[in-house]
Each structure stands twice: as C-alpha cells, then as structure tokens.
C-alpha cells in the first residue's frame, strides 16, 4: 500500500426522537457502517466531539446537539496492477465483462488492498475508466466477495458515464442463481422491503433499518429439493446483500451464509449425515450471479451473457438431484 492519510468528517445534528440518547449509540445509529465497539474505541481516542467538547460514550445527548466524528481516511492510494488470472467473458475498447470467482473482492478497501478484481484488470486492460477514483477505476456495480458471477466493468470514461446511467434507471437485468434453505411455497414471488443498516449492528444490513431504502427482488423456483430450493432471483434495486437479506428476512437464507440465517445451525438440523456433509462443502454463501443484460455503451445493442453455474454450486445441486433430499 502507498499514500498518504487525511481526516474524514462526519457531522450530525440530535433530532427531537434522538434527545436522552447515549453518544456511543447515537453514532452507532448513524449510516456509517460502525459497530457501537468501533464507535466507543473512536470515542475514547477523543475522536468524537460534542458541541466542540469531547464526551464519555454514555453522555446524554440533547435535541440540537451537534456531534462530529473524525476518521482517517485513506489519499492518493496508488493501486497496482497485479498478474492475476482473470475469466474474460466478453471485451471491447468500451467494457470488459468478466466472470468473477468467489472469494475475489472487487475493488481495494479497507483489509484488502491486494488481490482484488481491480488489481487484476489494471494488469489486464491499463485503460480503465478513471471515473471510479484511485480504488474503484471502472467499477461499476459490485459482487460481494464471497459471491461469484457476472460483472461489467467500464474501459473509458463515457462508458462509465452511460452505463451508470442506465444502472440508475434500472435498464441492466441481473439474474442470480441461489441455493436456499426451506420449500419456496409457490413458484415465482417478490419481495419488497427497504433495506438499509441494521438499527443495532451497523456492519450488517437488515429490512428493520430506520433508515432503508427501497429495495425490490423477484425470484422463480429453478428446482425443488425438498427442504433446499433453487431459485433464479432478479434484483431491481442494488443494496448492499440485497438478495441475502431479502431472502432471510422470508424465511430461506442462502446455503452457506453465516452473516444472514445462521447456516450453520440450520445444517446441524439436517438428520442425514451424507446430505450434511454434502451441504457443509459450500464455504461461502450459494450465490451466483448467473445472467446479465443491458444495452453496449457505445453501440447500444442489446447485450446479454450467461455464467454456468461454479463447480462447488454445481456439485450440491446435482447431489440434490440424484435423489438425496433434505428430510
């Protein structure tokens, strides 16, 4: 990693419901991805100011009250192009389309600065858009790590600009594959519930925040395997673990999530011993990103592409198939 460091600033006024609230749990309220542990540790190194006095993390905010964190946030991050293999799935001098595995994080963040999509494709391409700044050059959209599939990534400027556009306006289809958990009553469904921080634990999200935003998903039985189903899901907003969150909050985690659902414990539930040692192979969450259209940046014709599914999704589902299932 190279760069320097400046301070970041975050400014919050005390509504009128917020008035009697502690300082820790008012931050931790707050739409910055900080967990009330992480809020305190800030507070105590006087990284937090009160109507310009630093407070304990149980001082008794008041309506009005004008409470200012500070955090170190990373400049001029030089991100460096690393020789990583990458699966092309489609590429022009606008767009590479690229089919990415799981575990692979797509841009430089915060414990990842190495080994990201944007540090292969820097090796790869040498012309990504620069719009998406020192971390993000080209991105987009994004994958979760631990979910594999398809992701457009823009080469130039104008290409960002449009294909944001259309993102913006909903015009890109992205169909996910899903493995999860329960008998999906009825073929086809939506779900419409916002999605935002969860209102306790700040680095996950939840349909319970005060504060989500719209969010909407439609999804189709694939194939039944008794208590395990998979599902085609299409998303018409892109919140962050929108499709995982969705899914828990109706009753049917992804296999192999442990952030939503517990999946842990659900496979403790499962009686058959070779089914459960079949199903604990799935190390991340059962979520591919399986199809994806939108119309060429440059050309505008009408793109679509289609990613198998990977090999450790493909080996439950054709185990479910040949007659084992959940009881």
């Given at each position: ?100 595995p799981a575990g692979m994080v797509v841009h430089p ?219």
């Amino acid at each position: 990693m190279s760069g320097n460091f400046m301070e970041k600033h975050n400014q919050f006024t005390v509504s009128v419901n917020e008035g009697g609230m502690r300082l820790d749990v008012f931050l931790a309220r707050q739409d910055i991805a900080l967990s009330r542990s992480q809020v305190q540790r800030l507070i105590d190194e006087k990284r937090v100011r009160v109507n310009d006095d630093t407070e304990k993390a149980s001082f008794k905010l008041r309506t009005g009250d004008t409470v200012i964190l500070t955090q170190e946030a990373p400049k001029d991050y030089h991100v460096l192009p690393e020789d990583i293999p990458l699966s092309i799935v489609y590429e022009d001098p606008s767009i590479v389309v690229v089919d990415k595995p799981a575990g692979m994080v797509v841009h430089p963040a915060a414990g990842h600065f190495q080994g990201t999509l944007v540090n292969a494709l820097l090796h790869h391409c040498r012309d990504l858009s620069g719009i998406g700044g020192f971390l993000r050059p080209g991105i987009v959209h994004r994958l979760d790590k631990d979910t594999s599939g398809l992701i457009v990534v823009a080469k130039s400027d104008s290409a960002h600009q449009e294909l944001a556009k259309q993102f913006k306006e909903h015009l890109v289809r992205k169909i996910y594959k899903a493995l999860v958990f329960g008998d999906m009553e009825g073929d086809e469904g939506i779900i419409d519930s916002p999605v935002g921080r969860h209102p306790v634990d700040r680095k996950i999200m939840s349909t319970k925040s005060r504060r989500g935003k719209e969010a909407l998903t439609r999804w189709n039985v694939a194939e039944r395997y008794g208590t395990l189903t998979l599902l085609d899901v299409e998303i018409e907003t892109g919140r962050t673990h929108q499709i995982r969150v969705h899914l828990h909050s109706a009753g049917h985690p992804v296999l192999g999530d442990n952030v939503y659902g517990n999946s842990a414990k659900r496979l403790q539930n499962i009686h058959e011993p070779l089914l459960r040692s079949k199903l604990r192979e799935m190390k991340r969450q059962a979520l591919h990103a399986w199809r994806l259209e939108f119309h060429h940046p440059a050309t505008r014709q009408h793109l679509q592409f289609v990613s198998h599914l990977p090999r450790d999704m493909e080996r439950v589902c054709v185990f479910l198939r040949d007659g084992v299932r959940c009881s």
